[in-house]
Every structure is written in C-alpha cells, then in structure tokens.
C-alpha cells in the first residue's frame, strides 16, 4: 500500500510541477505548507515532498498532517524523521506537524481541524484514497464528503494554492462505483457554490462539466504502475486538481480555448466513458 501511495503521489506532482507557471509561483515562496488530510503512513505525503526537494532549494516545507489511526502516525513519523537526512542535500529544511485526529464524518471535519487554526495560508492541500473508506463504512452518513474537501479547499488554501483529491476507482457495495461518485459530487459543488476554485484535470471533465447535466454514470480514471520487489504493480485511480485564485482561472481558460478532442474523451457524445487510458493526455498539464 506504501509504495503504491508513493508512486501515485510522485506521478501526480511531477506532472504538476512541470507546468512552468505553477513551478514558477510556487518557487516565488521562501514557505511551502502543506495539509495531508487522512495520511496514513505517509507514503502520499512522502512523494510529494520527493517531488518539492528535486524541484525547489532554500525552501522551508511545513507540513500539518492528520491521521486517526495512531499505529500509522508512529510509522509515518519515523519515516518523515528518515526523510530529513536527505532533504538538506538540496538546502531546503522542514518541519512536521502529524497529528492523531479522528474525524467521525463529513460535518466533524471542519471543526476537528478548525483546531489547527489553519487560516487561508495552505499551499497544498491534499487527501488521497480516504473518502471511499468513509463511504464504505456508512455512504448515507458520510456522503457529501467530497464536496467538503472542495469547500475546505475553498477556505483555507491561499491564493494559487492546490487542492489534489484522489480516490480508488471500485464500486461501493449496493451504491455504485467511487469514481462516478467523485464526479457527480465535484460537478454539483462547482455548479452550485461559490467558489474560487478552478477545475484543471481531467482535462475532459474540467472543460465539460457543465455539459454532463444528464451523465450522471461519467467515470475518469488513470492508471499508475509501481516496480515491487521486481514485480510491477498497477494502481488504477482517479485524480482532480483544482488550483484558488487567478492562476487556476488562467490556466483553465486555457485548456478550456485549446478544447478537448482526446480519442477517448466522451463527454460530449453519445457513450458515457473517458479518460480511461494509461497516462492519458487529459491528465497531463
């Protein structure tokens, strides 16, 4: 589960970084802080700040992480502490927050985490395969917690900040599959809310979301493959980024004026899949 977790992280935000507006934003900051909401044993976390120390120098990563299993916090905070041998190679320095918070469900969140006084200061925020436990462990009480994460989003990251959402992509018992789940809650938040967040992949679903009103069964997903002890291992997930402020409305316009014309992009047709192939272009900036 560790590497798997690693490996989707490290895909995700190398691609990400590689967007030259958004390095550049971010390389602007002497700080990068960073909320990793249900961690685990860090191996989300792990490739992301893999990704920051190849990419930035004379930075500072202050990480807030919240995890309610305790067993898994112990090992994520030994492995944060072996971490911290390396990360002085690139002249960046960090410090770790992993707090042991429990949250029953989707209204308990906010205020668990209203106890960190997080602000509007957050440059990442991200939560990776969380939701589909809530959901399996009780739908009815839980469900909504996608949109939350969207409005949590909208509260407390700054201005160009990053929200990265990413779930499994199997079917809920007697419910129906995460990831159409996943894309109904995120089309009803943006349609229905305030926000100043920008839908910026899939590609496909964030140019076309609007259109989907009777799609109700779209599903996006991607594939991640990680070598295990000489055995490759596939991870078949499901990813949204969404970026605050100007520099998510620019780079949506953007791919929203470029089009959406991928060969498996069906958003706009008659069958009711997309973005299913292995390192699609929708999901690369």
Same mark, same amino acid.
Not at 66 to 86: K, P, Y
Not at 169 to 178: A, G, K, L, P, Y
Not at 205 to 221: F, V
């Given at each position: 589960?560790?590497?798997?977790?690693?490996?989707?992280?490290?895909?995700?935000?190398?691609?990400?970084?590689?967007?030259?507006?958004?390095?550049?934003?971010?390389?602007?900051?002497?700080?990068?802080?960073?909320?990793?909401?249900?961690?685990?044993?860090?191996?989300?976390?792990?490739?992301?700040?893999?990704?920051?120390?190849?990419?930035?120098?004379?930075?500072?990563?202050?990480?807030?992480?919240?995890?309610?299993?305790?067993?898994?916090?112990?090992?994520?905070?030994? %492995?944060?502490?072996?971490?911290?041998?390396?990360?002085?190679?690139?002249?960046?320095?960090?410090?770790?927050?992993?707090?042991?918070?429990?949250?029953?469900?989707?209204?308990?969140?906010?205020?668990?985490?209203?106890?960190?006084?997080?602000?509007?200061?957050?440059?990442?925020?991200?939560?990776?395969?969380?939701?589909?436990?809530?959901?399996?462990?009780?739908?009815?009480?839980?469900?909504? %917690?996608?949109?939350?994460?969207?409005?949590?989003?909208?509260?407390?990251?700054?201005?160009?900040?990053?929200?990265?959402?990413?779930?499994?992509?199997?079917?809920?018992?007697?419910?129906?599959?995460?990831?159409?789940?996943?894309?109904?809650?995120?089309?009803?938040?943006?349609?229905?809310?305030?926000?100043? %967040?920008?839908?910026?992949?899939?590609?496909?679903?964030?140019?076309?979301?609007?259109?989907?009103?009777?799609?109700?069964?779209?599903?996006?997903?991607?594939?991640?493959?990680?070598?295990?002890?000489?055995?490759?291992?596939?991870?078949?997930?499901?990813?949204?980024?969404?970026?605050?402020?100007?520099?998510?409305?620019?780079?949506?316009?953007?791919?929203?004026?470029?089009?959406?014309?991928?060969?498996?992009?069906?958003?706009?047709?008659?069958?009711?899949?997309?973005?299913?192939?292995?390192?699609?272009?929708?999901?690369?900036?």
């Amino acid at each position: 589960y560790y590497p798997r977790s690693y490996a989707e992280a490290y895909h995700i935000y190398s691609n990400i970084f590689n967007d030259v507006r958004i390095y550049n934003k971010f390389n602007e900051r002497d700080k990068i802080k960073i909320l990793d909401i249900g961690s685990g044993t860090g191996g989300s976390l792990m490739g992301l700040l893999q990704v920051l120390n190849e990419r930035f120098s004379f930075k500072e990563f202050e990480i807030i992480s919240i995890e309610g299993n305790e067993d898994a916090v112990t090992i994520q905070s030994d %492995l944060l502490n072996v971490f911290e041998r390396f990360i002085e190679f690139n002249w960046n320095n960090f410090k770790a927050n992993v707090h042991t918070i429990a949250f029953d469900d989707k209204n308990d969140l906010d205020n668990r985490l209203s106890m960190l006084s997080l602000n509007n200061n957050i440059d990442i925020m991200h939560s990776f395969k969380v939701v589909n436990e809530f959901y399996r462990n009780d739908y009815n009480r839980n469900k909504g %917690l996608y949109k939350e994460l969207l409005r949590l989003g909208d509260k407390w990251l700054k201005d160009s900040g990053i929200l990265c959402l990413v779930d499994v992509t199997d079917r809920i018992e007697n419910v129906n599959f995460i990831s159409i789940l996943f894309n109904e809650e995120v089309k009803e938040y943006l349609r229905t809310q305030r926000t100043f %967040l920008s839908y910026i992949l899939p590609k496909c679903c964030a140019i076309n979301y609007n259109l989907c009103m009777n799609r109700n069964q779209c599903y996006s997903k991607i594939s991640v493959y990680t070598d295990f002890y000489n055995d490759q291992i596939e991870s078949k997930i499901n990813y949204k980024l969404f970026i605050k402020g100007n520099l998510g409305e620019e780079i949506r316009n953007e791919i929203v004026e470029n089009g959406c014309n991928f060969d498996r992009c069906y958003c706009r047709g008659e069958r009711i899949e997309n973005c299913t192939k292995i390192y699609d272009s929708p999901y690369i900036l």
